[in-house]
């Protein structure tokens, strides 16, 4: 039992505790749902003061959301109902968000003078935060590595991660001055009748149910008309006249990626058949599934296998060629990419290793190759993220593991390449693990990081002069409660701001009977706000 004398010094302690003060790096599901943790810890009723909690988020983008705003498929609405959650996260009077802020690892000398997004460097961060929480997620495409697959090397190629942003709206995918004619606002729809896609994961199959939903082929009621697709989007992909299109797959049917729900939906797009896959490949798989001993992952194979073994809605007639249809090419590799004679090639041809499952059940090629005519590739093999931007890398104070593309880390606390510790400093999601999982995942792992940091900020303060924190590594004993000096002399746009633009779309998409019509550019949100 504790004497009445120490009870009483353990509250005087509590009560003079300083606030723990948070940064967050990003606005996805990630930051959202750690920020929502870290202010559930705390009693409302401390505010921003002693033994309270403060938690500021700072964005690249002037609207919050990530991937959820500009990665879920417009055909699945019912995905961003988790926006109605970090609406009320942003309501908390402890909560700010800065948008149109990017951080970087250190000045960046060369930033134009015409640059419409503020910056702010790590360093400038730190005397006013006791933590930081690096949530930026990926936002990269892992390159094919083939010859051919190089950034405007030929046209008519592209990564999933561009084509998504570019249905979704963001502002990455319709800069102006990206708009050149290796991008997806120039492909000739007219000369689009063969479409590969490289890859066999959910994303693969959105890209694929969106590309058949909107083609020239597609019946006027099963376009997206009534989704969030940009209008320029919808009008461009209505033009592809798509015939065929194909998903490329290294392994083999027992180790498809896609979940049920999405294959479920592609098979039932009542105007477009399924190629039914070879028995000599799928009766394998099967027999194979019926082996496994993880009964949730064998129920779902199971399932799955059926699904494909049953076939699509519209039933595949052999020798009829009907438009538009889709099918699966398993145990092929993408080998090389090759392009016609114009002095800005389009693709033409692609060639494929062969590939069968050795007995770790691994991808191997054998040397023999195939080739096929496709007038349009989209890479689906996996995103990544990338280091916070600089200009000199000696003066990176994030580190960064280039191998793994990830901010290397011991149970979500940043280490350097040493492995030590780097105090006060955090990372969540796809930047911690890769990209793996789902919505729910993430809030799991978000939530473990927001207890974590909790933790240690509850045994620092009983600690007293040996606390480490992410603002004493700067020199400061304890943070300076107030906006950042830089962050105040930046233009930024606060979450209010961010609402007003939020009605100024929705408003936009009532007249075209849609949820709302997307701002596509940096200088269209602002100018709302102006």
Same mark, same amino acid.
């Given at each position: 039992m504790?004497?009445?004398?120490?009870r009483?010094?353990?509250?005087?302690?509590?009560?003079?505790?300083?606030?723990?003060?948070?940064?967050?790096?990003?606005?996805?599901?990630?930051?959202?749902?750690?920020a929502?943790?870290?202010?559930?810890?705390?009693?409302?009723?401390?505010?921003t003061?002693?033994?309270?909690?403060?938690?500021?988020?700072?964005?690249?983008?002037?609207?919050?959301?990530?991937?959820?705003?500009y990665?879920?498929?417009?055909?699945?609405?019912?995905?961003?109902?988790?926006?109605?959650?970090?609406?009320?996260?942003?309501?908390?009077?402890?909560?700010?968000?800065?948008?149109?802020?990017?951080?970087t690892?250190?000045? $960046?000398r060369?930033?134009?003078?015409s640059?419409l997004?503020?910056?702010?460097?790590?360093?400038?961060?730190?005397?006013?935060?006791?933590?930081?929480?690096?949530?930026?997620?990926?936002?990269?495409?892992?390159?094919?590595?083939?010859?051919?697959?190089?950034?405007?090397e030929? $046209?008519?190629?592209?990564?999933?991660?561009?084509?998504?942003?570019?249905?979704?709206?963001?502002?990455?995918?319709?800069?102006?001055?990206q708009?050149?004619?290796?991008?997806?606002?120039?492909?000739?729809?007219?000369?689009?009748?063969?479409v590969?896609?490289?890859?066999?994961?959910?994303?693969?199959?959105d890209?694929?149910?969106?590309?058949?939903?909107q083609?020239?082929?597609?019946?006027?009621?099963?376009t997206?008309?009534?989704?969030?697709?940009?209008?320029?989007?919808?009008?461009?992909?209505?033009?592809?006249?798509?015939?065929?299109?194909?998903?490329?797959?290294?392994?083999g049917?027992?180790?498809?990626?896609f979940?049920?729900?999405?294959?479920?939906?592609?098979?039932?797009?009542p105007?477009?058949?399924?190629?039914?896959?070879?028995?000599?490949?799928?009766?394998?798989?099967?027999?194979?599934?019926?082996?496994?001993?993880?009964?949730?992952?064998?129920?779902?194979?199971?399932?799955?296998?059926?699904q494909?073994?049953?076939?699509?809605k519209m039933?595949?007639?052999?020798?009829?060629q009907?438009?538009?249809?889709?099918?699966?090419?398993?145990?092929?590799?993408?080998?090389?990419?090759?392009?016609?004679?114009?002095?800005?090639?389009?693709?033409?041809?692609?060639?494929?290793?062969?590939t069968?499952?050795?007995e770790?059940?691994?991808?191997?090629?054998?040397?023999k190759?195939?080739?096929?005519k496709?007038?349009?590739?989209?890479?689906?093999?996996?995103y990544?993220s990338?280091?916070?931007?600089?200009?000199?890398?000696?003066?990176?104070?994030?580190?960064?593991?280039?191998s793994r593309?990830?901010?290397?880390?011991?149970?979500? $606390?940043?280490?350097?390449?040493?492995?030590n510790?780097?105090?006060?400093?955090?990372?969540?999601g796809?930047?911690?693990?890769?990209?793996?999982?789902?919505?729910v995942?993430?809030?799991?792992?978000?939530f473990?990081?927001?207890?974590e940091m909790?933790?240690?900020?509850?045994?620092?303060?009983?600690?007293?002069?040996?606390?480490?924190?992410?603002?004493t590594?700067?020199?400061?004993?304890?943070?300076?409660?107030?906006v950042?000096e830089?962050?105040?002399?930046?233009?930024?746009?606060?979450?209010?701001?961010?609402?007003?633009?939020?009605?100024?779309?929705?408003? $936009?998409?009532?007249?075209?009977?849609?949820?709302?019509?997307?701002?596509?550019?940096?200088?269209?949100?602002?100018?709302?706000?102006?």
């Amino acid at each position: 039992m504790l004497s009445s004398a120490v009870r009483s010094l353990a509250a005087s302690q509590a009560v003079l505790a300083p606030p723990l003060r948070l940064a967050v790096v990003g606005s996805g599901p990630s930051g959202f749902y750690a920020a929502s943790r870290v202010l559930q810890s705390f009693d409302p009723s401390h505010g921003t003061g002693d033994n309270g909690v403060e938690v500021h988020m700072l964005e690249r983008l002037p609207t919050p959301y990530g991937l959820v705003r500009y990665g879920v498929a417009p055909d699945h609405p019912e995905v961003k109902n988790v926006e109605h959650k970090f609406n009320e996260v942003a309501q908390d009077p402890r909560f700010q968000f800065f948008g149109n802020l990017c951080v970087t690892a250190a000045s $960046r000398r060369t930033k134009s003078a015409s640059s419409l997004v503020s910056e702010v460097c790590v360093s400038e961060l730190a005397p006013y935060y006791t933590h930081i929480l690096f949530a930026y997620g990926a936002s990269d495409s892992r390159p094919l590595g083939i010859p051919g697959s190089m950034p405007k090397e030929l $046209r008519n190629v592209f990564h999933a991660l561009r084509f998504v942003e570019w249905y979704n709206g963001h502002p990455d995918a319709h800069d102006p001055a990206q708009q050149d004619e290796f991008s997806l606002h120039r492909v000739d729809g007219d000369q689009i009748r063969r479409v590969a896609i490289v890859g066999a994961g959910n994303v693969a199959l959105d890209v694929a149910r969106v590309l058949l939903r909107q083609c020239a082929a597609a019946p006027q009621d099963e376009t997206l008309a009534h989704t969030d697709v940009p209008e320029p989007v919808l009008q461009a992909l209505r033009t592809w006249k798509v015939e065929e299109l194909n998903l490329y797959v290294r392994r083999g049917a027992a180790q498809l990626a896609f979940t049920n729900k999405e294959l479920r939906e592609m098979l039932g797009l009542p105007h477009v058949p399924f190629r039914p896959v070879p028995p000599e490949q799928l009766d394998p798989a099967i027999r194979h599934i019926s082996t496994l001993k993880e009964p949730g992952q064998k129920r779902a194979m199971t399932r799955l296998l059926g699904q494909l073994k049953k076939g699509s809605k519209m039933p595949y007639v052999q020798n009829e060629q009907h438009v538009p249809r889709w099918g699966l090419h398993l145990l092929r590799s993408p080998a090389a990419l090759h392009g016609d004679s114009g002095c800005s090639p389009a693709l033409q041809t692609v060639d494929w290793n062969v590939t069968e499952m050795d007995e770790m059940y691994r991808a191997v090629s054998k040397g023999k190759k195939v080739s096929s005519k496709e007038d349009l590739l989209i890479a689906s093999v996996g995103y990544r993220s990338a280091p916070l931007e600089s200009d000199e890398e000696s003066q990176m104070t994030v580190p960064f593991d280039s191998s793994r593309f990830v901010i290397p880390n011991i149970r979500n $606390r940043v280490v350097d390449h040493q492995g030590n510790v780097q105090p006060g400093m955090f990372v969540s999601g796809w930047l911690a693990t890769g990209p793996v999982g789902v919505i729910v995942s993430t809030m799991f792992d978000a939530f473990g990081v927001a207890d974590e940091m909790v933790k240690e900020w509850r045994s620092s303060v009983s600690a007293g002069e040996n606390a480490k924190f992410f603002c004493t590594e700067a020199g400061f004993p304890e943070a300076l409660r107030e906006v950042p000096e830089a962050i105040r002399q930046q233009r930024t746009v606060s979450y209010n701001q961010w609402v007003e633009i939020d009605r100024a779309e929705v408003k $936009r998409g009532k007249a075209l009977e849609k949820p709302r019509e997307k701002f596509l550019t940096v200088a269209e949100m602002l100018h709302v706000i102006d």
